[in-house]
């Protein structure tokens, strides 16, 4: 069977995601490209920007000797990252809104500093840009990826994944299928045997949260069943939200309306909008 990514159907958690929390939302951030440019549309807010400012400075380091992850300050990385989101090309509107997701950012690399755990140890690196397989030839459906750190354990030649947490939220192990996603490419995307997995959520200490391994089965099982819909849904054209307008597709349809700001084009090529925040009277109320 000849096989061709350009004409399967690819998926990833983040797409997964959006799918399952509104077709429409899927559409509008995954598919649809703006008439005018080409370009597919995103919305950034100020905790997606500390996110991936954070998860920049620190997966950068796994392609480095471990002699030299901290040759520079992590401190002057992240600062050099901020730039790249600072204004409202990260969706800050004030100064003191900046200075306050900033200085979270300063206090998890700060922790990092202090306990480097995993980022000290021997790691390997997935040697493709954007890691990826076909979950099912058959459906020409491809799953992909980016794992944050992969530790290795030369005791026993395997590794462990790690994804970074910048928020404060935990993550739901029943209900997320971020791990399953990861465990899936992890395997199929490099040789060596998955020993664990952990979470780190790093507002809240140094110490990592390990999780149990999905079975590799039920999760290609899972996702694939998932990924199926999407496709349909994309050779259909059929994208409805349920509620006919929700809370992750309205503010999307903003950008189509006119009604956000436009601020750039990211590394992705996405032209990317902010939304300015709810109007608030004297007393603080939002109106």
């Given at each position: 069977m000849n096989l061709d990514k350009f004409s399967a159907t690819w998926v990833s958690h983040s797409s997964i995601s959006d799918y399952l929390n509104c077709p429409r939302?899927?559409?509008?951030?995954?598919?649809?490209?703006?008439?005018?440019?080409?370009?597919?549309?995103k919305l950034t807010n100020p905790p997606m920007s500390l996110g991936l400012?954070?998860?920049?400075?620190?997966e950068s380091l796994s392609v480095l000797t471990i002699e030299k992850r901290f040759s520079e300050p992590l401190l002057t990385q992240f600062g050099k990252?901020?730039?790249?989101?600072?204004?409202?090309?990260?969706?800050?509107?004030?100064?003191?809104?900046?200075?306050?997701?900033?200085?979270?950012?300063?206090?998890?690399?700060?922790?990092?500093?202090?306990?480097p755990g995993p980022l000290v140890k021997l790691a390997i690196k997935i040697k493709m840009d954007l890691p990826y397989f076909w979950i099912s030839e058959k459906e020409n459906i491809i799953l992909c990826?980016?794992?944050?750190?992969l530790e290795y354990l030369p005791k026993t030649n395997s590794v462990h994944i790690i994804d970074f947490k910048t928020s404060q939220n935990q993550e739901s192990e029943k209900s997320s299928l971020q791990l399953p996603i990861y465990n899936l490419l992890v395997h199929?995307?490099?040789?060596?045997?998955?020993?664990?997995?952990?979470?780190?959520?790093?507002?809240?200490?140094?110490?990592?949260?390990?999780?149990?391994?999905?079975?590799?089965?039920?999760?290609?099982?899972?996702?694939?069943?998932i990924a199926k819909k999407i496709k349909l849904a994309r050779q259909l054209g059929k994208f409805d939200c349920p509620e006919n307008g929700c809370r992750?597709?309205?503010p999307m349809e903003k950008i189509l309306k006119g009604e956000a700001?436009?601020?750039?084009?990211?590394?992705?090529?996405?032209?990317?909008?902010?939304?300015p925040p709810p109007e608030q009277n004297r007393k603080g109320e939002i109106l």
């Amino acid at each position: 069977m000849n096989l061709d990514k350009f004409s399967a159907t690819w998926v990833s958690h983040s797409s997964i995601s959006d799918y399952l929390n509104c077709p429409r939302a899927y559409f509008l951030k995954n598919v649809y490209k703006d008439p005018k440019t080409g370009h597919k549309i995103k919305l950034t807010n100020p905790p997606m920007s500390l996110g991936l400012t954070v998860h920049e400075v620190l997966e950068s380091l796994s392609v480095l000797t471990i002699e030299k992850r901290f040759s520079e300050p992590l401190l002057t990385q992240f600062g050099k990252v901020w730039e790249k989101v600072s204004g409202k090309k990260g969706g800050f509107f004030s100064q003191d809104q900046e200075l306050h997701y900033k200085k979270r950012g300063e206090e998890m690399i700060k922790m990092v500093q202090k306990n480097p755990g995993p980022l000290v140890k021997l790691a390997i690196k997935i040697k493709m840009d954007l890691p990826y397989f076909w979950i099912s030839e058959k459906e020409n459906i491809i799953l992909c990826g980016k794992v944050d750190w992969l530790e290795y354990l030369p005791k026993t030649n395997s590794v462990h994944i790690i994804d970074f947490k910048t928020s404060q939220n935990q993550e739901s192990e029943k209900s997320s299928l971020q791990l399953p996603i990861y465990n899936l490419l992890v395997h199929h995307c490099q040789e060596r045997k998955i020993e664990k997995a952990s979470y780190w959520y790093l507002q809240t200490g140094h110490q990592l949260t390990e999780k149990s391994l999905p079975n590799l089965e039920t999760s290609r099982e899972m996702i694939l069943k998932i990924a199926k819909k999407i496709k349909l849904a994309r050779q259909l054209g059929k994208f409805d939200c349920p509620e006919n307008g929700c809370r992750n597709c309205l503010p999307m349809e903003k950008i189509l309306k006119g009604e956000a700001e436009y601020v750039g084009v990211d590394e992705m090529r996405k032209d990317t909008y902010v939304l300015p925040p709810p109007e608030q009277n004297r007393k603080g109320e939002i109106l």
